[in-house]
């Protein structure tokens, strides 16, 4: 079940990309980790240490076992993370407001589309832990 945090949003995302596109926006969990989750998921009242809303905690050294082939909290019929398949992956259905989805959109701020595109990249890459 998804808490109510995870429902009302995160902080944290503020809105400025800058339209990066460098090395920093290669499809790898570091730079997934640094430009999209510690930006704007992994703080206490989120999805920070001690297991975050919907018993998802996406800090560094928890984000890949916690997303990469897990059902969701709110939806056990979905997968946070198919390697592969970013548009079956409810991570990604999450930040993107698809239909079906449980609750809110994530994060509570929307996400940049180069920052959503960093992580649809890491998904069709097979979302390695790199």
Request: aromatic content about 4%; proline content about 6%; some cysteine.
């Amino acid at each position: 079940m998804i808490s109510l945090l995870l429902l009302l949003g995160c902080p944290g995302a503020d809105g400025d990309s800058g339209g990066d596109t460098g090395a920093e926006f290669a499809p790898t969990l570091v730079n997934v980790q640094a430009q999209v989750f510690d930006m704007s998921c992994a703080f206490s009242t989120c999805h920070g240490d001690g297991g975050g809303s919907g018993n998802l905690s996406l800090t560094v050294g928890s984000s890949f076992v916690n997303l990469v082939g897990v059902p969701a909290d709110g939806d056990a019929t979905q997968t946070r993370v198919i390697p592969g398949d970013p548009d079956g992956s409810y991570l990604v259905m999450k930040m993107e407001d698809a239909t079906g989805i449980v609750g809110d959109p994530m994060p509570g701020v929307p996400l940049e589309q180069d920052r959503i595109d960093l992580v649809r990249a890491w998904i069709e890459d097979g979302a390695q832990d790199n």
